[in-house]
């Protein structure tokens, strides 16, 4: 089989391509390599906005499988009605859990021990020393407990959090314990002293996080939003932090980018991080192995992992 393939890396990058796989670089940036449409596989560009990842998509009339390098694939929502039928659309399950957990862990952090506050202190060279509150005998809530949640909850355990409470969008038993149905979410919020979002964006998570959510968080709680913006209600959530009521760290808001003079921006209690959840330098040998694997079952006519929908079906 011969077959050419959209990648964002080129060949001399990814050790261990299968033969009979012609490779075409495309990062997203100028013109394409080849046709579109004599594409059979496409790995959608990293970090590129969803109108540059779905535009040749219309084009790709031989497409089989649609690859991510997110753990997300909402940002390629737009152009699959576009696609054939049979094309499978898989995510980079398992590419993204040590950076994201990694931010997860240092946003809970910084807010609960007041790191903004003190990088702020210091630049007024100002000793702002006081009682602050630990994660230590905090319970942690994870809504979204998936492979990055399971990566989250490895990194909190050494913390010594009183209570790790995992949700998802079906109940099943973990090695750690149970993960609860989303309809037992507003029953478990009052006990969460730390509420971390991981949930992909679907119809159902979007706006997830509205007044009434809120309103069942504990004073004082903090709310940890490393999924996606439009799973929070932005408006509600600015609600409740004016009020000091809430505290939130988000890595990822809506509208994104946060424009200049959003209300986000100097609202109290909020910690803002770029949407750097995924792009650190664990990334790249993760995305590399992933797409090695994949292109060789896919030249071997094995299963893909990963597989999130098949068009036409």
Known sequence: MTAE???PYREDELEGLPEGLVPRFWDGEGAYPADPAACVLYVVPYLKPGSVAVRPMPEMTSLKVVQTLSAGID???????????????????GVHDASTAELTLALILAQLRGIPDFARAQER?????GFRPALADRTVLIV???AIGSAVEDRL????PARVVRVARSARTT??????????????????????????LTETTRGLVDAEFLAGMKDGALLVNVARGPVVDTEALLAEVRT??????????????LPPGHPLWTAPGVLITPHVGGPTSAFAPRAKRLLVDQLTRFADGRPLRNVMLTTGR
């Open 125 to 129: 060279g100002e000793w702002l020393n």
């Open 75 to 93: 940002h390629i929502e737009a152009g699959i009605p576009s696609l054939p039928g049979g094309v499978q659309v898989c995510n980079a399950r």
């Open 5 to 7: 393939v959209w990648l």
């Open 157 to 160: 355990v050494p913390f010594e």
């Open 244 to 257: 000091g009521r809430l505290r939130a760290a988000l890595d990822v808001t809506d509208p994104e980018p």
């Open 144 to 146: 979204g407990h998936g």
């Open 175 to 200: 090695a750690r314990g149970p993960v609860h149905p989303l309809p037992e979410l507003p029953g478990l919020l009052p006990e969460a002293d730390v509420v971390v979002l991981l949930t992909p």
